[in-house]
């Protein structure tokens, strides 16, 4: 039953942008109806167990983190939350340590910068990757428009999260969400299926992730 819902929470059609402003604390992409399609088709095709396995690295990119103990500790957290959708987090003991000095912020508005750290790490596998804090973002992962299956491999496997004292389980379990498909619940977009959903919860039967339910 797990499987199911998770599916259903992944049937989103998303916008391709993302609102830049001074609240922002996530710069993550979404995918777009063919996208949300290729992820329900997964549905049927794929065997189903009652835990999903998803290995995954710990990457330290950051001076600033001697421990790494707390984020071991967030996903395994983390995990507890996911094992109710049927995923599981297999975290590689071996942590990745790369010399970088640049900003979340840096890196997640420039591809010149995020390539270049990413050369470095090279990893086939769901990674999340510990860099300097900066003014606006807290985390953010980058997923394709479309071609789910593309998406370990092709450089859309990475999970960028600040080292900001107050990061938790809550910006990890956020980006998650993002790279599985998932988008913000709340947004100012007009198109259909997207984040127009109020706060009020006076839409929730026509707009934003429960219309597909």
Known sequence: ??????????????????????????????CNAQGKNEILATKDKA?????????????????????????????DTLNTKLNKSGINILLNPNILRVNQKKSIDRIGYSDKIRKELESKIKTKYLTFVIVPSGQKL????????????????????????????????????????????????????????TTKESILENNCNTEGDTTHL
């Open 1 to 30: 039953m797990g499987f199911y819902l998770l599916f259903l929470f992944f049937l989103v059609a998303c916008q391709n942008n993302h609102p830049e402003d001074s609240q922002t604390i996530c710069a993550s992409q979404f």
């Open 47 to 75: 065997y189903t167990p009652s835990i999903i396995q998803f290995p995954a690295n710990l990457v330290i990119a950051s001076p600033n983190t001697n421990d790494y103990s707390k984020y071991i500790k967030i996903i």
């Open 138 to 193: 807290n985390g953010f992962t980058y997923t394709l428009n479309q071609n789910f299956w593309y998406y370990l491999g092709f450089g859309y496997n990475y999970i960028y999260i600040s080292d900001n004292p107050n990061v938790s389980v809550a910006t990890f379990a956020h980006e998650t969400g993002h790279f599985f498909g998932l988008q913000h619940t709340f947004g100012s977009s007009s198109e259909q299926f």
